[in-house]
């Protein structure tokens, strides 16, 4: 039996004097053992707030986001171990494989966010304010990444997802952890830790581990600090209430389990695709990790005259599903975590058919390989109600195991009035092929949740299913949900950010957020641009072309080169009634002139040009005006090598701005270029 030890300050500290065991979930034997009562906490705290603030702060994004590929790419190469300790906690293969893969999958998906981020420690939020008349006074905002720790309080169902879920962001941020995982399954977030600390990819201090109980875990956070917490509503809310959390105004974010709900559309008959969805849908959320997740469907709202198709269906399908030891071979179902969840899901049942009445469960099973007295093992429950827009307890009592309850509705506003009473959800389903149902439904539903999946024949290939969350999108809810946001992409790092207004002249905030502000200097280049090498351009550097006086037979030629034969540009004739007071220049013809004005011919550090960030025109050009160029080094990102051939370069934001005779811009533009380095790893190509 492993006793788990905790990682502080760096250093792995034993266990306490009196370790509590923790037991297999499918055959009662003891896994391991944990007693965090002699973890110095407020040392925990300390070293966060220094080393490790002090080791990721000085990392930009891109580094931060190459650290987390790596790490990563490293926890694939050792999944396997982590499987082995998750099929303790009775989840089976596929259920491990939300869980590990899940997890390190939501790693790569932060590491790629850093192609969206600055080559800065510090993110630079959104676009300048224009503060002043004549433009010597702007503001802006930048994120700075919080003096303190994350304080992760995770929970027993997904012990490596919950995880990795959460330091991918603070780490991309640039804020430590300190993680604190459910004891009933801390084995496995300890196993992932272990070798996360072995690979030294991640800088000292940026990640500690306390297996245990909790203590006092919340008695030295301060207001630079971050809590987050994911499991029952009641613990959160008592969490949330905690007096330094209050005194310091700590953030706080709760993702509590909630009442989730599925409704099988008006349109979705028996045989259509939906409904077989539907079916399919509500039988994997009953069986996957049985029924242990946040996102489970508790509450299913079904057509009052197809509750009886949808229970023979649910049922044709769970009948077959083999339940037991996740190392049997076929078995599809596991265990509870344990003894003591399956004794408060009896619980919430019985609570529950109070008012409700049990149409459908496994009679007598058989678990398969596993001890029936010691193993944790509930089987599937499928509960009716038939009144349910007066009934209480469907829409306040969670089991937290493989049971549902049917809810029959007569209209699609009775559904959305049934999804509200559960006061606030993670995320809620609609099985539909009518795109005015999904709209109607989406709209008046999405202020009672955080996610909603609108399920046809369509998408359902490619659809992730009900459950599962994504990084892209937030994750979190409302109300009983705890009103909390996870992930969902850039969103996830502002959580651990400080968000800063600064203000200044546009020469300052240059220099501060390292991207070309409206109004800031423009200092020529000695050499053209595209003759220099990434790390000899500045932010500001501008080159000032040649100028071009138009003609008519630049709008002709362009025209027949291109096809574009609007009537403005070719037409004289047809311009009454417009905006035009004679042939106009095509918009791209003044952007490709420019190009041709700005480009450099020959072979130098520019590799290529690969496309536009934006562009706007902003003034017709007529023949007879005059326009010039000039091309300002916008912004700049270093770019890693990507392998031993690879040629060290960055990307170069350049600012196109085309303006006429008086001066006055008629197009601009953002162009991205791809820009070699002077100093060359030895192992680069001279390409």
């Known amino acids: 039996m492993l006793v788990l030890d905790n990682l502080i300050a760096g250093q792995w500290i034993p266990a306490g004097p ?56 490293h926890l694939m190469e050792h999944k396997e171990k982590f499987y082995v300790w998750s099929a303790h906690t009775g989840a089976t293969r596929s259920d491990s494989w939300i869980d590990v893969e899940g997890g390190i999958g939501t790693l790569f998906a932060y590491a790629s966010l850093r192609k969206q981020l600055p080559d800065l420690p ?79 990819i991640l800088p000292e201090g940026a990640l500690q581990l306390v297996c245990g109980s909790a203590r006092d875990l919340l008695d030295h956070v301060g207001f630079q600090d971050v809590v987050t917490f ?14 330094r959390i209050l005194a310091e ?84 179902m596991g265990a509870l975590a344990g003894l003591e969840q399956r004794s408060e899901v009896e619980r919430a049942v019985t609570d529950l058919m109070q008012e409700a009445e049990l149409i459908y469960t496994i009679e007598s099973p058989t678990w398969e390989g596993g001890d029936p007295d010691k193993g944790a093992f509930y089987a599937p429950r499928l509960l009716a109600q038939s009144s349910p827009l007066t009934a209480e307890k469907v829409h306040n009592v969670e089991p937290f195991g493989p049971v549902t309850t049917l809810l029959p509705y007569d209209s699609l506003d009775d559904a959305i009035s049934l999804v509200h009473k559960g006061k606030g959800s993670l995320c809620c389903s609609i099985a539909t092929g009518n795109a005015s149902v999904a709209r109607k439904f989406v709209v008046e539903a999405a202020t009672h949740h955080g996610r909603i999946l609108v399920l046809d024949a369509s998408c359902a290939k490619e659809s992730t299913g009900h459950g599962s969350p994504m990084p892209q999108l937030v994750h979190g809810g409302p109300g009983r949900a705890g009103g909390g946001e996870e992930m969902g992409g850039l969103r996830g790092l502002h959580h651990y950010l400080q968000r800063t207004a600064i203000q200044g002249h546009p020469d300052t905030i240059t220099a501060i957020t390292g991207r070309h502000q409206p109004g800031a200097a423009r200092p020529e280049a000695p050499v053209h641009p595209f003759r220099q090498h990434f790390e000899d351009l500045e932010i500001g550097m501008t080159y000032t072309t040649h100028r071009h006086t138009v003609t008519e037979a630049d709008i002709v030629n362009f025209a027949n080169v291109s096809g574009d034969h609007f009537y403005a540009h070719v037409d004289e004739t047809a311009l009454d009634g ?62 890693e090598l990507r392998g031993a051939d690879d040629v060290l370069k960055g990307i170069v934001k350049f600012k196109v701005d085309v303006s006429d005779e008086t001066g006055e811009t008629v197009a601009i533009a953002t162009i991205l270029t791809m820009v070699k380095n002077r100093e060359q790893p030895e192992s680069a190509s001279d390409a």
């Open 18 to 73: 009196s370790p509590t065991p923790l037991l297999d979930a499918v055959h009662g034997t003891p896994v391991a053992a944990l007693d965090a009562s002699n973890v110095d906490l407020a040392a925990a705290y300390a070293f966060g707030r220094s080393v490790g603030c002090d080791n990721l702060r000085r990392m930009t994004f891109q580094e931060r986001g190459r650290m987390l590929k790596a790490l990563a790419l």
């Open 578 to 639: 417009t905006i035009f007071e004679r042939r106009v220049a095509h918009g791209y013809w003044v952007l490709s002139k420019a190009a041709g004005m700005f480009v450099e011919p020959h072979k130098g550090p520019v590799l290529l040009n690969y496309g536009l960030e934006s562009c706007r025109f902003t003034k017709p050009v007529y023949p007879g005006m005059t326009i010039g160029v000039q091309l300002t080094v916008e912004e700049k990102v270093q770019q």
């Open 230 to 243: 994911t499991g029952s509503a009641e613990t959160g809310l008592m969490l949330k209430s905690h007096p």
């Open 249 to 332: 105004n700590v953030p706080f974010n709760l993702e509590a389990d909630s009442l989730n709900s599925m409704v099988l559309g008006p349109d979705a008959e028996p045989g259509t695709a939906e409904f077989d969805l539907f079916v399919k849908e509500l039988r994997r959320e009953l069986t996957i990790k049985c029924g242990q997740r946040c996102t489970a469907v508790r509450r299913a709202m079904v057509p009052e005259a197809r509750v009886e198709a949808v229970r023979d269906a649910v049922k044709a399908q769970l009948d077959g599903v083999r339940i037991g030891d996740p190392a049997v071979d076929g078995v599809r």
């Open 122 to 200: 510090y993110l630079v939020d959104g676009d300048p304010a224009m503060l002043s008349r004549e433009g010597t006074f702007i503001g802006h905002h930048i994120g700075v990444p919080k003096r303190g720790v994350a304080v992760h309080i995770n929970a027993y169902n997904f012990p490596v997802w919950g995880m990795l879920e959460k330091i991918s962001a603070n780490l991309l941020a640039g804020v430590p952890a300190i993680v604190k995982p459910a004891s009933l399954t801390s084995y496995v977030a300890h196993a992932m830790v272990k070798e996360i600390h072995a690979s030294g």
